[in-house]
């Protein structure tokens, strides 16, 4: 049974998958012909009515019509959002893969077929993966579950090393790489010395940011110890300061003939704007929110609202300022978890957990399943000498960097890391989708941006599925100090629910006692009880 | 201190309205110069890009920018649900008004205030009262509300006489309004010659439906008897099979010179198309959605999902085919309400609970706010004459049509309908956005169509005002008998409880045993044991 519904699924999914690649207009625009057996009567005056209408010629009323370019939108996102869920049931099904391969890289490959099922038929993918919805639309949701659900004491007690790793760490790579990658550039075998020093730097950016979504879909599977975790986590979610100063710094300088001296301090004092500014912003709408939850005791029903809306506010605000967004974000749910679950009732506080959990997961599987799907449709330009430095700079820069940072940062930790906690910081380094938007938004100015994509896109598919795939055998080989956390969680939880129900045996007897009381002078009461068999 | 929150709360919202109001460009568009007091940077290339970037005349790396075209459209949307949700929590706050004014009412209200505030400063309300966001997705979650929430057994009991009501009784108020109109246009002194049979029939369509979104917010607050409820509640859900029908019809007629019998006949068939062909719908998704949460079991925090993605694929494809878009999401939420509440966890049993709730809550409020804005921001053509006598018409013929059909369904009902009863029907049938959306999708070729928009409105704020106030102190004067529904979900409530503990109590005393014995074997369990202090 298990094995037919596996199969069941499969198919399901790949049927799933050759029937949504139909409908798919040209870059989701109005199809000029919709497809489908009906015959389709073009809709006239008003599109927007609630259906679609005839001609005037035609002299009988339809009894049968479709209009579909009126609901494409909202239909194909739909599809869209149910192919992923499929594919994520359809995993879980298999239960042995997703022990060995890490989600994120069964996600990708699905994301590859399809892509190729569409480039077949010569459809274009969906307009979704352009840099506005990603960043608008898809990340927050993953920021977002990320930072809620951050342990906030270890996160606080490894806070310097977070942001030393997150600071420095991320400029050591973005210098490192670019130079490293300039000097290959000057060997004129490999046909790139039209990429000067500051498209390098800019590019080396991009591929430094280590990624918050490829790195929490590994270690999840992987228990290693909380100082481990909470340090790659916190790092990729706090390098996002230094990559949009750098990215910012380098891209207005590639098209300056002349850096002077203060533009470099002018880009330290923008690090600590957007650093410091998204920080702010982020305790700013955290503490509102926190604040308007105390007035929502009539209005039970819309309080997981405010949670989501002040943290996409704050998200926004900083997207508008040009500030880390992904810090303000995290920074407002850090802020406002602990009130906002003190004053919610428990319903709201189930659904806003499940909720925030439910985006997230949704969001993240869109992108990688968008990786793929892209990976296939985009015109890729080609280097093998350019990719493969690529891919050995980045490995090495960061092992380097690993091994210097921690050696500096150590004398201060009170756990210091040892080799192997450095090796799964360093090999944990994942890159994924926030490094492929960021190279969609290179401008068309810069010549050699197909490049840049393909060589982005080629790190991204390395680490996730290589390091992805070999990190968990690595780790257990190399026998890296893993978490107590599990067991911790079941002991808590067991003392949890003995207290729960110690307390409900006192209540019970309680009310039991008082209803018994009650009973005598209520006929209601009797006849229900009475019903109990008790 | 209450009276000082209430007063904070207002001059807040106040101030959020006034606030607001600046930052709309026409219709969403990108303003030609955004607002603010920095000195903006115009966006270069890329326009996509994380942030902003200046000229490249320019000579300094800018620290601090602004890019709000960008994130207009989420920002937007955002700051209106949370101006709604505010609104919310402030009739709250000052809990006597609603007790006595529906919330639809003050909603309504508060948009005629911020649409006045956005016309006196020429500013254009938001582009998102077009039909198609209506249809499209404001609607969906109040439909899937009720029909989620709909108590299954009265609503069957019922069935014959909510399908007579939704189907004959909407017939007999277009076709006698229409009727009726079309005699008072006849008459010269009003000015509406122009006005023929058929655009007549059309308009009285629109009005026609009674709106679900208006009479929920109003009975709600009124506790009548469950058939009474159930009657009004169903009638609203499943008149729009019969009003798509008519005003696709009646549309189609309107633009036709000839009328044929077998036009009729067709009438009649796309009304069993409209109606079976949207219960079919929604029974497939339905069952799509019990199926599909069997397998859901390691995915559990997408299982929500599901359930909302199914039920707008229902209202989506209802749509594309243009039957009753309505219907199918109502059926469709019937169909697996309880099969998904056995499959899915407590927890994501909670989450789809709450979150249906808080979408259809907010729906609901945004469609009132809105409803008020574009009161005022629409240009309008008044007749004293024929509004006044749509009004007349309108609560005539629905007095009629309840009198004579509960008349020939009385005989059928194990429960007839009283006097009373009768009242609350007839005076229950509110009108709400639902007539308002229908009426601006008529086409432009009909000549009154500002005159219809402007009636639709009139009618609607005579119904939600005067009949939603006034409807609790009459029926409570003329004593409808009332439901004893509360009284029973408490005692429903309470033994649950009861059961709950008492199995949680066998449960305890089981695992404290079994604890105990096993402590003997297992430290770990001793220290932890030993905290509780037993």
Redesign the interface.
């Known amino acids: 049974m298990e094995y037919f519904?596996n199969i069941k699924?499969r198919a399901i999914s790949l049927t799933f998958c050759i029937v949504l690649s139909f409908p798919h207009g040209s870059s989701g625009e109005i199809p000029p012909k919709p497809t489908g057996s009906v015959t389709v009567l073009p809709p006239?005056?008003?599109n927007?009515?609630?259906?679609?209408?005839?001609d005037?010629e035609k002299?009988?009323?339809?009894?049968?019509?479709?209009?579909?370019p009126?609901?494409q939108i909202?239909?194909e996102i739909?599809?869209w959002?149910?192919l992923a869920?499929f594919a994520?049931?359809g995993f879980?099904?298999y239960?042995k893969i997703t022990v060995w391969v890490p989600e994120s890289c069964l996600l990708i490959s699905i994301g590859l077929i399809v892509g190729a099922i569409m480039h077949s038929v010569h459809e274009e993918p969906p307009a979704v993966l352009?840099?506005?919805v990603f960043?608008?639309?898809m990340l927050p949701p993953i920021v977002l579950d990320s930072g809620y659900f951050m342990p906030i004491r270890p996160f606080f007690e490894n806070v310097g090393t977070v942001l030393w790793f997150a600071v420095v760490g991320t400029l050591w790579n973005s210098i490192g790489i670019g130079m490293s990658l300039f000097a290959i550039c000057q060997i004129e075998a490999f046909g790139v010395q039209d990429i000067n020093l500051q498209e390098n730097l800019l590019f080396a950016t991009i591929i430094s940011a280590v990624d918050p979504v490829a790195v929490l879909s590994v270690f999840e599977d992987v228990s290693v110890n909380e100082q481990l975790y909470i340090v790659v986590f916190g790092e990729c979610l706090f390098n996002d300061a230094v990559t949009?100063v750098l990215?910012?710094?380098f891209?207005?300088?590639a098209?300056?003939p002349v850096v002077?001296p203060?533009?470099v301090f002018?880009?330290v004092?923008?690090f600590f704007?957007v650093g410091l500014g998204g920080m702010g912003f982020g305790v700013l709408f955290g503490f509102a929110a926190a604040f308007?939850t105390r007035?929502?005791a009539?209005?039970r029903?819309?309080e997981?609202?405010?949670i989501f809306?002040?943290s996409?506010?704050a998200y926004?605000?900083a997207?508008?300022?040009?500030i880390s967004?992904i810090m303000a974000i995290v920074t407002c749910a850090l802020t406002m978890k602990y009130y906002v679950e003190e004053n919610v009732s428990q319903?709201?506080c189930?659904?806003i957990r499940?909720?925030i959990?439910?985006l997230g997961?949704?969001s993240e599987t869109l992108i990688f399943f968008f990786l793929g799907v892209v990976t296939i449709t985009t015109e890729h330009e080609w280097n093998w000498g350019y990719i493969l430095f690529t891919l050995l700079f980045a490995f090495v820069w960061r092992g380097l960097g690993v091994l210097v940072l921690t050696q500096i940062i150590n004398p201060f930790r009170t756990i210091p890391f040892n080799l192997k906690d450095q090796f799964g910081l360093g090999y944990g380094g994942l890159r994924g989708a926030i490094s492929f938007a960021?190279a969609?938004?290179?401008?068309?100015?810069i010549g050699r941006r197909q490049l840049f994509i393909t060589a982005t896109i080629a790190i991204i598919i390395f680490t996730v599925f290589i390091q992805g795939i070999s990190i968990r055998p690595l780790i257990e080989f190399i026998n890296v100090r893993r978490t107590n956390r599990n067991l911790g969680t079941i002991?808590v939880e067991v003392?949890c629910r003995?207290?729960e129900?110690?307390i409900?045996?006192f209540?019970?007897f309680f009310?039991?006692e008082m209803?018994l009381t009650a009973a005598t002078t209520n006929n209601?009461w009797l006849e229900?009880i009475g019903?109990?068999h008790f």
């Open positions: 519904s699924w006239i005056k008003p927007d009515g609630p259906q679609a209408f005839p005037a002299e009988n009323l339809p009894v049968f019509t479709m209009d579909y009126r609901i909202p239909f739909t599809l959002v149910l869920s994520k049931i879980h099904v239960h352009t840099s506005n960043f608008l639309y949009v990215y910012n710094m891209n207005f300088v098209e300056m002077e203060v533009d002018l880009g004092a923008r704007v308007t007035f929502t009539n209005v029903e819309i997981p609202l405010f809306m002040y996409y506010l926004l605000v997207e508008l300022f040009a967004s319903r709201s189930t659904t499940h909720v959990k439910m997961s949704i960021l969609f938004t290179l401008p068309d100015n002991n003392h003995l207290m129900h110690t409900f045996i209540f019970f009310y039991f209803q209601i229900n019903e109990l």
